[in-house]
């Protein structure tokens, strides 16, 4: 049985303040990452569960 895949293309327009908005949310999740990789690789390094 073959599984038919669809895939739609979509153009978005954002405003300026849009555009703002979605590169602070953007920042905001790379810093949390970027903080708990770092607290995740320093309790490994102490032999602590992360």
Not at 19 to 26: A, L, Q, S
Not at 39 to 48: A, P, R, S, T, V
């Amino acid at each position: 049985m073959k599984k038919l895949l669809k895939s739609y293309k979509t153009e978005i327009n954002p405003t300026q303040e849009q555009i703002r908005k979605i590169n602070k949310t953007i920042g905001t999740c790379r810093f949390i990452y970027n903080f708990y990789l770092a607290h995740n690789k320093e309790l490994y390094n102490k032999g602590e569960k992360f």
